[in-house]
């Protein structure tokens, strides 16, 4: 059973910083790429970041460019997010998500709250 | 940017009725285009992909259709666990985005 788990979130204050981590297990990790993908509370879904999966292209959404970065651990079985210069407009659920081929997102993780505010 | 609509925002149906939603893009697609469910406190479930191949263990009652700029989800006989909030995704080869259209509430009438 593919299951991806999110861990990471919390409350940081305008400015700050936050890494999120995402375990996958159930499958291949090493031969999929994989996105975040951000929900602000009673929003709609927002891209955030894609890697593939050697990590050899990465794109983010303009919103998040400069400021966040994806990376991935194959050997851990591992993605994460580092979020930096955090703005109240980055509070959301953020979801990891894995992308069978570049086009749709076949699973997704439960998510994990980032609360911005001071 | 491709941006994507939907409509109705809120689609309001009586269990077993049919019920249609629509998804545009701002410009061509092609078939790169999802459906995803999402219930109250859960993540998005994948429903269709490629406009209108059902995803692993989605009921035949989901169809989708379209290509280009215009899709539609149909549900054939909604079911009491069919009410939801329903969005479309597109895929753009360049610039490289995944853009979601705002949604579709599917409430009970």
């Known amino acids: 059973e593919v299951q991806l788990v999110e861990s990471g979130g919390g409350l940081v204050q305008p400015g700050g910083s936050l890494r999120l981590s995402c375990a996958a297990s159930g499958f291949t990790f090493s031969s999929y790429s994989m996105n975040w993908v951000r929900q602000a509370p009673g929003k709609g879904l927002e891209w955030v970041s894609y890697?593939?999966?050697?990590?050899?292209?990465?794109y983010y959404a303009d919103s998040v460019k400069g400021r966040f970065t994806i990376s991935r651990d194959n050997a851990k079985n591992s993605l994460y997010l580092q979020m930096n210069s955090l703005r109240d407009e980055d509070t959301a659920v953020y979801y990891c998500a894995r992308v069978p081929d570049t086009a749709h997102i076949d699973y997704w993780g439960q998510g994990t709250l980032v609360t911005v505010s001071s | 940017e491709i941006v994507m609509t939907q409509s109705p925002a809120t689609l309001s149906v009586s269990p077993g009725e049919r019920a249609t939603l629509s998804c545009r893009a701002s410009q061509s697609v092609s078939s790169n285009l999802a459906w995803y469910q999402q219930k109250p406190g859960q993540a998005p479930r994948l429903l269709i992909y490629g406009a209108s191949t059902r995803a692993t263990g989605i009921p035949a009652r989901f169809s989708g259709s379209g290509s280009g700029t215009e899709f539609t989800l149909t549900i054939s006989s909604l079911q009491s666990e069919d009410f939801a909030v329903y969005y479309c995704q597109q895929y753009n080869n360049w610039p490289p985005t995944w853009t979601f259209g705002q949604g579709t509430k599917v409430e009970i009438k």
């Open positions: 890697i593939s999966s050697s990590s050899s292209t990465i």
